[in-house]
């Protein structure tokens, strides 16, 4: 029958090519049928046998449904650029597509156009085939939305809906295909499902040609590929860390609310608007700017010393006056030759009560713990590795990445750095240790700097372990944690700076999603490795509040609003500014600015709700329901936001192979000598 046909077929079209006219066939299904019932028609074939296809012509993309002709000959079909009138006849620039083959067994190569002269179309109009005028097409740039079945109704179906607000016909699809369908629209569009609707993928444009003309002229990228905009869309975090910050359309889309709206301004918010029309998800309507007062002077202090550290311990070890010394800390920092030992307690490995002695205890359980995982990925032979691709792709991912890990540094160059071994080696256990996650690319940009630290293999996993509990939702597919995080910074920057908000917001830089990396990884590569050294001691105290990451970010951009307000700057002009901050920053003084922005909101009589929540002036508003997907934080901007359809919702992932050869074992520790040499010495 016809499924059996289409499967053929579809084995067969694999092999497709570009046409004589240079039009790409991307995608073809048959058995794909139109359901006229839609349309309210006295046809009585209800269900149209057709092909559906996804066409490449120059710089448009078209998707199409022609009818085909169970008997296996195929009739003559209008095609039409752009339908002005899709209910009734009139078709304007219409093609006739002759492909030339029986579509039921033929191999597709090529599919030829040619425009019709008027009388022919005429003619066609005149004395169409049976099922013909039911042929239609349309570009993806007029494309809004796609409809989908409700799940366990009969066969899959799409519904195409138009920006005009027209509905083509369902197409039904038999045999299956609709995941395939979606899964190749994916590389040319931006497909997000609609909270409002979970079965409506809303449709937005990757401006694929404004942002690769941007990369190219920021030579963010080091290869200049054709497909350059593509990656950066599928392959987030290789794009990001390979240049600049996730900087895409899908983001820039994704934090708009459903129907397009943004942020209004400031002004016109205080006009006398309708409050119940503001539907910016997870946002406190401002009516009007509060009154901040002055911000105030604020100095940093000295650092804390292994004298003063000592006066914190009693003769036990435990450690006494924690919060009084975590307010240190964050004022001064550490000295470094505190570091690895204050470290392990700032980051859950040590508790805070513990003794001398039965820490040691727990290094003991900890290094046991750590070597059986260890054992699990160091065992598996090369026929077991063969079969587990997932394995295979983080191995891939690891080396390849650690391989380019702070290689300028001097604790991690040359090709037989131990210190790369201990990368590699720890970032493979945690994968044994959180599989859920595995390995994101950024994590080795955490683990580098307490590696740098530590010294140590089992010490720095579980410093690394305590780290990724504050930051692990950061790498989670969905970004939800993201997108909650950048509509928490919009709403503290347009308290803080309203003007600077409406500025960026005629600028489509409104949703900030330049900030996008500076939150990822903690300002990793924004800051040199000394200060990002100081500054995450600093934050890891939770002091003065939760979210000081955000009112760090407030603190960078406040400190660089001149130059961001220039009247010539446009988005790409302000990817690049920001772009251009990399290691030109004053931590000092972004620490004394986020401070000093803390000091002056806390002190604001007046201030919204939703800012105090976030400074953890306030206490969250407890959400009414719970889904498994929520994670941990309450993400009050989700409700409405549309949820990107990753690559992995439509097809399984594609798992790159690891490398042939394997590091060697590194159960070692990093030894420096007085004479500042390296030397290595085996764990037991």
């Not at 497909?227 to 983001?251: C, E, M, Q, W």
């Not at 191995?395 to 090709?415: M, Q």
Request: proline letters at 4%; a negative charge.
């Amino acid at each position: 029958g016809c499924d059996a046909r289409s499967f053929v077929l579809d084995k067969q079209r694999q092999r497709m090519g570009s046409s004589a006219d240079g039009h790409k066939v991307a995608f073809e299904k048959y058995g794909v049928f139109l359901n006229t019932s839609t349309k309210r028609t006295h046809d009585q074939d209800t269900h149209i046998p057709g092909v559906i296809r996804i066409i490449e012509k120059g710089s448009d993309t078209v998707v199409e449904w022609i009818p085909v002709s169970e008997s296996g000959e195929h009739s003559q079909f209008l095609y039409s650029k752009k339908d002005n009138n899709v209910n009734g006849a009139c078709h304007t620039e219409e093609e006739m597509f002759d492909p030339g083959y029986e579509p039921d067994w033929a191999v597709i190569s090529t599919v030829g156009t040619r425009i019709r002269p008027q009388e022919e179309v005429r003619a066609a109009a005149q004395s169409p085939g049976v099922h013909s005028q039911w042929a239609f097409s349309i570009s993806l740039t007029e494309l809004k939305s796609i409809r989908k079945n409700k799940p366990g109704l009969g066969w899959s179906y799409l519904i195409f809906i138009s920006k005009d607000g027209i509905s083509f016909p369902a197409l039904h699809f038999h045999a299956g295909g609709t995941r395939a369908l979606l899964k190749c629209l994916c590389k040319y569009v931006v497909l997000a499902t609609s909270k409002k609707d979970s079965r409506l993928y809303l449709v937005y444009s990757h401006d694929s040609h404004a942002l690769s003309q941007s990369f190219d002229e920021l030579q963010l990228f080091d290869e200049h590929s054709s497909d350059l905009v593509s990656r950066f869309i599928h392959d987030p975090y290789a794009a990001t860390f390979g240049s600049f910050s996730k900087v895409t359309n899908f983001l820039r889309e994704a934090l708009r609310p459903p129907d397009g709206s943004r942020h209004r301004p400031m002004r016109e918010m205080s006009a006398g608007l309708d409050l119940d029309q503001q539907d910016e998800p997870g946002f406190e309507v401002i009516t009007c700017q509060a009154d901040l007062g002055q911000r105030p002077t604020v100095q940093r202090q000295e650092t804390l010393t292994a004298t003063e550290w000592q006066k914190h311990l009693d003769p036990e070890g435990r450690v006494q006056d924690v919060d009084e010394l975590k307010k240190k800390i964050f004022k001064g920092g550490l000295c470094h030759s505190i570091r690895r030992e204050v470290w392990k307690f700032l980051l859950g490995y040590y508790p805070w009560d513990s003794t001398a002695e039965e820490r040691k205890v727990l290094v003991k359980q900890k290094t046991d713990e750590y070597f059986r995982m260890k054992l699990q990925w160091k065992s598996v032979t090369e026929d077991q590795e063969r079969r587990n691709s997932l394995l295979r792709a983080y191995k891939s991912l690891i080396e390849r990445d650690v391989s380019r890990t702070d290689r300028n540094n001097k604790f991690y160059e040359g090709n037989d750095n131990p210190g790369l071994v201990l990368l590699n080696d720890v970032l493979m256990t945690y994968c044994m240790y959180n599989f859920d996650l595995g390995y994101v690319q950024g994590m080795s940009d955490l683990l580098s700097p307490i590696l740098y630290v530590t010294q140590n293999e089992v010490d720095s996993f579980w410093c690394l372990t305590g780290f990724m509990e504050k930051v692990h939702r950061n790498f989670e597919e969905s970004q939800e944690s993201m997108k909650e995080q950048l509509e928490k910074l919009a709403l503290l920057l347009r308290v803080l700076d309203s003007a600077l908000c409406d500025f960026l917001d005629s600028r489509e830089s409104g949703n900030l999603c330049f900030c996008f990396r500076w939150l990822l990884i903690w300002f990793k590569r924004e800051f040199s490795f000394p200060d990002i050294l100081r500054l995450w001691e600093v934050q890891w105290t939770g002091h003065p509040c939760p979210n000081f990451h955000l009112l760090v970010c407030c603190a960078i951009l406040d400190s660089e609003r001149a130059a961001l307000m220039n009247p010539n700057y446009g988005f790409n002009e302000i990817l690049k500014h920001i772009n251009e901050l990399t290691m030109r920053l004053n931590m000092e003084d972004i620490l004394c600015r986020a401070e000093a922005i803390y000091q002056q909101l806390s002190a604001c009589p007046q201030l919204q709700r939703g800012v105090q929540q976030i400074l953890g002036l306030a206490q969250e508003d407890a959400t009414p329901t719970a889904t498994p997907s929520s994670g941990t934080g309450s993400g009050s901007g989700q409700g409405n936001s549309p949820q990107a359809l990753s690559p992995s919702q439509t097809h399984e992932s594609e798992l790159t192979d690891s490398a042939p050869h394997s590091l060697p074992d590194s159960s070692i520790e990093i030894l420096h000598t007085d004479d500042g040499t390296i030397e290595t010495a085996h764990s037991p």
